[in-house]
Nanobody
Framework: QVQLVESGGGLVQAGGSLRLSCAVSGRTFSGYTIGWFRRPPGKEREFVAAIISTGGSTYYADSVKGRFTISKDNAKNTVYLQMYSLELEDTAVYYC???????????????WGQGTQVTVSS
């Protein structure tokens, strides 16, 4: 069993920055892919970014490439999502999730956090 807890959400002005954290516990961090997804208001959940805990390969959605950076701290079993140049369209509930393979598809992720709200204001 793997537990994930997101933190760091909040209200930020457009153009601002925010860093989300995903604390992973329950099993060894090694070998998992940790992904970030988001659900904008009234829309379907969508992939944001993912990182392999071993090696650190990353993968981004086109909509956030160049603005968001996913990183990890294996010693702390924590994955971060640094968000720059935030746009109104980035408003969503952000979730982190764990999978046994690198994927952008949510059905490949078995374990999920509870989510953290990010609101970007004009």
């Amino acid at each position: 069993q793997v537990q994930l807890v997101e933190s760091g959400g909040g209200l930020v002005q457009a153009g601002g920055s925010l860093r989300l954290s995903c604390a992973v516990s329950g099993r060894t961090f090694s070998g998992y892919t940790i992904g970030w997804f988001r659900r904008p208001p009234g829309k379907e959940r969508e992939f944001v970014a993912a990182i392999i805990s071993t090696g650190g390969s990353t993968y981004y959605a086109d909509s956030v490439k160049g603005r968001f950076t996913i990183s990890k701290d294996n010693a702390k079993n924590t994955v971060y999502l640094q968000m720059y140049s935030l746009e109104l369209e980035d408003t969503a509930v952000y979730y982190c999730a764990a999978a046994s393979l690198m994927s952008r598809y949510s059905n490949n992720y078995r374990y999920w956090g509870q989510g953290t709200q990010v609101t970007v204001s004009s």
